[in-house]
């Protein structure tokens, strides 16, 4: 949406009078063109009379808490983004926010100046909804790395995935996998829960903390609850059981590897963001 002839539509939500009093009028005088409301429970109504540029929500709010409300409107208009405003930062809660698509977390007390600055660049970001919306037909190849004790379905299947526009890297072992990942970085790693001589679960938190922007499918020819739940916890992107063919193993990874992508646009922006924060700190 091109915004440099028409004002950008605001919508700006908190339940704190004397907030919006002063915050509303002070973005008009910006340009903006800002609907104040303190009632959360009107919101989505709003929504549903009004196209909005951006939607500036509050998190502490009664009756509705303003991540829910992000979560309402994210299931029906999903490229319209949305900054949140707290008095009561947490860097684990400003994470968790981020990583479900919210485009900016700011705590207040916040200048007008930057709120300004954040929704602007909200509205002229392509890419504002974190999602990955490039074809896959245009995506480059995505590197793989392909774990199993198995030598024989290890090659076979990473010819196949190759067939399929992915750079697979094999590995047969725990020790193998680990070299591999020194040597380069991987968008997603397939990884058997049972290696001879070596732990799947070991080598998923290995990952982590080696790349973690690296997604983790485990896959195993032997279902337990409690791994794929000590999985999760782990940070494990999804949870196969043999036998998959390459074409359902394929779709797993391209699945992995958009969450890879996002997760990637979402950390350079986290670190932009700090960078830009230090900036005006100096």
């Not at 949140?84 to 968790?96: C, E, K, P, R």
């Not at 700011?106 to 100046?113: G, S």
């Not at 040597?183 to 290995?206: S, T």
């Not at 999804?238 to 779709?251: F, V, W």
Request: hydrophobic share 40%; with cysteine; aromatic share 6%.
């Amino acid at each position: 949406m091109d915004k440099k002839d028409e004002a950008i539509k605001l919508l700006l939500v908190d339940d704190e009078a004397e907030f919006l009093a002063a915050t509303a009028p002070a973005l008009k005088r910006r340009g903006f063109d800002v609907t104040a409301i303190q009632d959360p429970g009107l919101v989505l109504k709003a929504i549903e009379n009004e196209l909005f540029d951006v939607i500036v929500l509050d998190v502490k709010m009664p009756g509705i808490s303003g991540d829910d409300l992000f979560r309402e409107i994210k299931q029906n208009l999903l490229k319209i983004p949305v900054i949140m405003l707290t008095g009561h930062g947490n860097v684990q809660h400003a994470f968790d926010a981020t990583k479900e698509g919210v485009y900016e977390y700011l705590t207040k007390p916040c200048a007008v100046e930057k709120l300004a600055a954040v929704a602007r660049a909200a509205v002229s970001d392509p890419g504002h909804d974190h999602t990955d919306e490039m074809p896959e037909e245009n995506w480059p190849a995505i590197r793989l790395l392909f774990v199993d004790d198995e030598k024989d379905l290890l090659k076979s299947m990473a010819t196949s995935l190759d067939r399929r526009g992915m750079e697979v890297s094999i590995a047969d072992s725990e020790v193998e996998a680990r070299k591999q990942l020194d040597r380069q970085l991987f968008a997603v790693a397939l990884v058997d829960v049972k290696l001879r001589g070596g732990d799947g679960i070991e080598l998923l938190h290995y990952i982590k903390r080696a790349q973690p922007l690296c997604e983790v499918i485990l896959y195993t020819g032997h279902p337990s609850t409690d791994i794929a739940v000590e999985g999760v916890k782990a940070g494990a992107f999804d949870y196969l059981t043999k036998p998959m063919d390459a074409e359902e193993i394929a779709k797993k990874v391209r699945a992995a590897y958009r969450a890879h992508r996002n997760n990637a646009e979402q950390d350079r922006r986290r670190k932009v963001g700090a960078i830009l924060e230090d900036s005006e700190n100096y």
